[in-house]
C-alpha cells in the first residue's frame, strides 16, 4: 500500500463540497433524538454542553487537518502505514473499518425504529432494510462523485427541516434557558460526551482529504461544515428547551419530530410523516459515505473490489439488524457505539497528532544528521 | 440506340442485380447519358446535359466534356462501379466511349416540402419556419441563421446499408470543441442495419443508453439548433429527417423552451418557474393522493378530509387502483389522439372528455377529487416543453404510483432517491447531467435556470466548456483578439 494517495483527475472535487460532505456524515437519524440524552446528562444547561461540544470537535477538527496537511495527499490508512509500519497500521486500519460497520448497523436501526414507531408500526424490518439497502449501494457504486452530489441534495432537506422547527417559538418559554450556572461539572462533561456522539462524523475528512482538489482551502470548508452542524444542534436544542417543560423532554423520545407536530396548515398536518420519509435522503447519504470508506480502504489494504465489499457489509448489516429486536438493544449498540466514537473520533486524533508530531522530528533529526554525515563523508 | 449505349444498359443492369428504372439515352456513337427516372430534374438535365452533348463531334477525354456542361456540381469517377452510388442517388451520369472513366452530374431533384410552420414545437414569437425532410434546405435554413466562418460542416457517412448522409455542425470556438471527437467516434463505430429515423441515431450515441431519460435532444426548428450552437453544443442533420439531433444537453435544458429568450425576462423566468412547478405536479400530485388516502389520512386536516371521503363513499375501489384506472384511460385517449388521424381526433377527444369527465364519475368509478388531479398532473406532463422529456415525466408516474400505494410516503421517498441518484450517475458526454444543481455552479445556475435578461445572458456555461476558465478570461481573450485585428 502506497502511503500517499493521488486519485485521478476526475475523481478530485472541489473543497467548497467539503461543506455538504461533513455536514452530511455528522447528521443522520441522530438528530431526531440527541436532545433528550443531553437533558437527561445536564438538565437546562444542556445548549452549553452542546456549545463546548461544538468548540472541542472545531479544536479536532484542525488537529486532523493539520496532521493531513504534514503530508502530500494521504489519508487514515495510509498515515497508519505510515507511522505504525505494515502490520500495526492494518490492525488499526481494521479498527476503523469495524467501527464504521457498527456505525452502519446503528444507523440503519435507528431509522428503521422511527419508520416504525411513527408511520408503519407492522412493516418488518426487512423490508426498511433492502430499501435502504438498494439504495445505499447504487449511490455507494457511483463513486465519491454520486455521493457528494446525494450530499448537496441532503444539505437543501436539512435546511429546509430546520426552517420548519421555527414555528414550535412562538409558544417558547425563554426563561427555561435560565439560570446560566453550572451546578455540577460532572453532569456537564457527561452532556459533553454525549453530544460527542451526535457530533462525530466530521472524521471523514481522513478519508475524503485526497479527493480535494485545492488543499489549502480544506480547513475552512471543513470548518465551515462544522460550524453549520453546531448551528443546527444549538438551535434544535434551544427550541426544545424553551418548547418542552423538563418532564416532557425526559419522556419524549425524539423531540425534534416532536417539534414538528407544531406545525399546521388548513390543507396540511403531520409534516413528520414527509420529514420522516424524506429523512430517508439524509439517512442513505450517511450510509453511502460510510460504506463507500470501508470500500476504498479495503481497496487500499488489499486491492479488493469495493463493489464486493459494499454488498459484503450490507449483508453483514442486515443479520445484524434482523437480530436486533427491542428499544433496550438498540439502546445498547448506540451507547456501545457512542463509546466507540468518542474515542476514535475525540481521543484519537489528539493522541495520533502528538505521535505524528514525535515520529515526524524524529525522521527529520535522523535524515539531518544521516545528510550531515553524508556531507562529512563527501568532505572527506 | 447505339452499341455503346447498349452496353453501358447492361453493365448497369449487371451492377445492379438486373434491376430496372434506370433510363440510358445514347447520344451519337460515343457519348451515353444515364439517370434514374424521377430523381432528376428533366429541364436542368436537357438543358445542361443533353443539349451541351449533341451534335459534338470525336471527343479525346471526359474532362473536355466536363468543361462544355454549365452544371456546378461535376466529378469524374474513375469507373461505373463507382458512379452507380452517385446514380442512385439522382445523379446523371454521363460515360464516353473509349475510357473507364464516368463523369458524374448533379441534376437532382428530390421529391420534397417546403418549409412550413414548426407544428411540434409552436411558439408565439420568433421565427416560424421549420425544417423539412431535404437535409441540403435544412442546411441552408440553418446558415441563414449563423453565417460565420467559424460555423464547421463535416459530413460523415454512416456504416450502414441504407447509405445515409449525416452532417456535423459546431462551432469553432476559442477552444476546441470537447465533444466532437467522441461524437465523431461514435458515429463512425455505430452500426445500423439501417437508418430510417434521426431518433434511432440519436439513441445509440447517448453516454446511458439503458437510461430512461434523454440526453440529446430533437428540434425542427432552425432557431433552436443556431442557439445550440452558439451555446457550443453539437447539431447533427440526418438526410430525410426534419428533426436534427442537439446535444449534449444536461437534464435542465428539456425544460428550457427557446421562447424564455423572446418574451421580457421576468415573463420567462415567470414561465420556467410554472414549468419546473408544473413537473413535480405531474410526478408528485397523484401519488401523493394515493399514499395519503391510502396510508396517512393523518396528514389532511379535518376540514380538507370531510369532501375528500364524501366523494370517494360510492367508490368500490382502493385509491391505488381508481387513480390507476383513470390515468391509464388519460394515456389511453393520449395514445389515440397520436394514432387517429386529426379528423378523427376532434371526435375522439370529445367522447374522452363526456367518458372521464361526466361518466366515470356518475358510473361510480371514480371522484371528482381525483379528476382535477389527474387532469392537471396530465396537464403537468404536457408543458414540457420536450417531448422525449414528457413522455418520460409520464412514464414515472407509474411506479411512483404503485410504490405510494404499497409503502405509502417512505415509498415515494424512495422511489425518488433512487431517480435522483439514477440521475447524478448519468453523465452526458463525460459532462454531469445535472450539471448547474450539481456540482453546484453560480454562474450556470444564474445563466442557465434564473435569469434571462439578455444582458447578463452569455451563452457559453461551464457544461459545454472545454476548460474551466473563467468568463472574464474569456472575455477578456476576446477582446484581446480583436484589438488584435485592428
Not at chain 1, 409558544?171 to 457527561?190: C, F, G, H, M, R
Request: aromatic share 12%; glycine share 6%.
Amino acid at each position: 500500500m502506497k502511503i500517499n494517495d493521488v486519485p485521478r483527475k476526475n475523481l478530485q472535487f472541489h473543497a467548497f463540497l467539503l461543506f455538504f460532505a461533513i455536514s452530511s456524515a455528522q447528521i443522520g437519524v441522530g438528530i431526531f433524538s440527541f436532545q433528550r440524552s443531553i437533558f437527561q446528562a445536564c438538565g437546562h444547561i444542556a445548549w452549553i454542553a452542546v456549545i463546548i461540544a461544538g468548540l472541542i470537535a472545531h479544536l479536532i477538527l484542525w488537529s486532523i487537518i493539520k496532521i493531513l496537511q504534514k503530508y502530500e495527499s494521504a489519508d487514515l490508512f495510509g498515515i497508519h502505514y505510515d507511522i505504525f509500519g505494515k502490520y500495526a497500521g492494518v490492525v488499526l486500519n481494521i479498527l476503523f473499518l469495524f467501527q464504521y460497520i457498527c456505525t452502519i448497523v446503528a444507523i440503519m436501526r435507528n431509522y428503521i425504529e422511527i419508520i416504525q414507531v411513527w408511520i408503519f408500526p407492522d412493516i418488518p424490518s426487512w423490508v426498511v432494510i433492502i430499501l435502504l439497502s438498494i439504495l445505499t449501494f447504487y449511490t455507494s457504486s457511483g463513486g465519491i462523485r454520486v455521493i457528494l452530489g446525494v450530499c448537496v441534495i441532503q444539505f437543501t432537506i436539512i435546511l429546509m427541516t430546520v426552517l420548519l422547527s421555527f414555528s414550535p417559538l412562538e409558544y417558547a418559554v425563554w426563561n427555561q434557558l435560565l439560570p446560566i450556572e453550572v451546578d455540577n461539572i460532572k453532569e456537564l462533561i457527561n452532556g459533553v460526551m454525549r453530544m460527542g456522539f451526535s457530533l462525530a462524523g466530521f472524521e471523514v475528512v481522513w478519508f475524503l482529504y485526497p479527493f480535494v482538489r485545492n488543499k489549502q482551502k480544506a480547513m475552512l470548508h471543513a470548518h465551515h461544515s462544522l460550524g453549520f452542524t453546531n448551528i443546527v444542534y444549538l438551535f434544535l436544542t434551544i427550541v426544545s428547551l424553551v418548547y418542552f417543560s423538563a418532564d416532557q423532554l425526559q419522556e419524549g423520545l425524539w423531540p425534534s419530530i416532536d417539534i414538528l407536530k407544531i406545525v399546521k396548515y388548513t390543507y396540511l398536518e403531520r409534516i413528520e410523516f414527509i420529514v420522516i420519509s424524506i429523512w430517508m435522503v439524509v439517512t442513505m447519504s450517511g450510509l453511502a459515505l460510510f460504506i463507500w470508506i470501508i470500500g476504498r480502504g479495503c481497496k487500499r489494504m488489499w486491492n479488493l473490489k469495493p463493489n464486493m465489499i459494499a454488498i459484503i457489509t450490507l449483508m453483514l448489516a442486515f443479520v445484524a439488524n434482523i437480530n436486533i429486536d427491542e428499544h433496550v438493544e438498540i439502546k445498547q449498540l448506540n451507547a456501545f457505539i457512542g463509546m466507540q466514537v468518542i474515542a476514535s473520533t475525540f481521543i484519537y486524533p489528539v493522541l495520533l497528532s502528538f505521535i505524528v508530531m514525535i515520529v515526524h522530528s524524529y525522521r527529520q533529526r535522523k535524515n539531518n544528521e544521516g545528510g550531515q554525515q553524508h556531507e562529512s563523508m563527501e568532505d572527506i | 440506340m447505339s452499341f455503346y449505349s447498349e452496353s453501358i444498359r447492361n453493365k448497369l443492369k449487371e451492377i445492379l442485380h438486373s434491376g430496372d428504372g434506370f433510363v440510358v439515352r445514347g447520344i451519337g456513337k460515343s457519348f451515353a447519358v444515364s439517370y434514374v427516372a424521377g430523381m432528376v430534374d428533366i429541364h436542368q438535365l436537357n438543358m445542361h446535359v443533353l443539349e451541351c452533348l449533341t451534335d459534338k463531334g470525336p471527343v479525346e477525354s471526359i474532362e473536355n466534356v466536363r468543361e462544355w456542361i454549365a452544371i456546378g456540381e461535376c466529378e469524374v469517377m474513375p469507373s461505373l462501379h463507382e458512379a452507380t452510388e452517385k446514380l442512385l442517388s439522382g445523379y446523371a451520369v454521363v460515360s464516353l466511349a473509349g475510357t473507364p472513366h464516368i463523369l458524374v452530374v448533379n441534376v437532382m431533384k428530390i421529391p420534397t416540402r417546403t418549409p412550413s410552420v414548426p407544428t411540434i414545437e409552436s411558439t408565439i414569437y420568433g421565427p416560424a419556419i421549420s425544417f423539412t425532410e431535404s437535409m441540403e434546405l435544412n442546411i441552408a435554413l440553418l446558415r441563414s441563421y449563423i453565417s460565420s466562418e467559424n460555423l464547421i460542416q463535416e459530413s460523415i457517412q454512416l456504416a450502414t446499408e441504407t447509405n445515409t448522409k449525416t452532417n456535423i455542425f459546431y462551432m469553432m470556438g476559442t477552444e476546441t470543441n470537447p465533444f466532437i471527437d467522441t461524437i465523431r467516434s461514435r458515429m463512425k463505430t455505430c452500426r445500423f442495419k439501417g437508418l430510417i429515423g434521426s431518433p434511432m441515431l440519436l439513441q445509440l450515441l447517448q453516454d446511458n443508453q439503458y437510461s430512461l431519460f434523454p440526453e440529446m435532444s430533437l428540434s425542427e426548428r432552425p432557431d433552436v439548433a443556431a442557439q445550440a450552437l452558439l451555446e457550443g453544443k453539437i447539431v447533427i442533420f440526418v438526410e430525410g429527417n426534419a428533426q436534427v439531433i442537439i446535444g449534449p444537453n444536461s437534464f435542465f435544458d428539456f425544460f428550457y423552451s427557446i421562447e424564455d429568450r423572446y418574451s421580457l425576462w421576468g415573463v420567462g423566468i415567470f414561465n420556467r418557474t410554472l414549468r419546473s412547478m408544473a413537473f413535480f405536479i405531474s410526478i408528485y400530485l397523484t401519488p401523493l393522493y394515493v399514499a395519503a388516502l391510502t396510508f396517512h389520512y393523518q396528514m389532511i386536516p379535518l376540514t380538507l378530509i370531510v369532501p375528500l371521503i364524501e366523494s370517494r363513499t360510492t367508490i368500490p375501489f382502493p385509491p391505488l387502483l381508481e387513480t390507476l384506472i383513470l390515468e391509464i384511460t388519460i394515456e389511453l385517449l393520449r395514445e389515440a389522439g397520436a394514432r387517429l388521424p386529426t379528423k378523427v381526433g376532434q371526435t375522439m377527444s370529445i367522447v374522452g372528455a363526456i367518458v372521464v369527465g361526466q361518466a366515470a364519475v356518475a358510473a361510480g368509478f371514480t371522484s371528482n377529487t381525483l379528476i382535477m388531479l389527474i387532469a392537471l398532473a396530465a396537464l403537468g406532463t404536457f408543458t414540457t416543453p420536450n417531448y422525449r422529456m414528457g413522455a418520460t415525466l409520464r412514464i414515472i408516474r407509474f411506479p411512483m404510483l404503485i410504490v405510494a400505494g404499497t409503502l405509502g410516503l417512505p415509498g415515494i421517498a424512495f422511489l425518488s432517491a433512487l431517480i435522483i441518484v439514477h440521475l447524478l450517475r448519468m453523465t452526458s458526454y463525460g459532462k454531469p447531467y445535472l450539471f448547474p444543481i450539481y456540482p453546484p455552479n453560480k454562474d450556470g445556475f444564474i445563466n442557465n435556470m434564473l435569469l434571462t435578461a439578455s444582458s447578463l445572458f452569455r451563452f457559453r456555461t461551464d457544461l459545454t466548456k472545454n476548460n474551466r476558465a473563467s468568463f472574464r478570461t474569456a472575455a477578456r481573450r476576446w477582446f484581446s483578439s480583436n484589438e488584435k485585428d485592428e
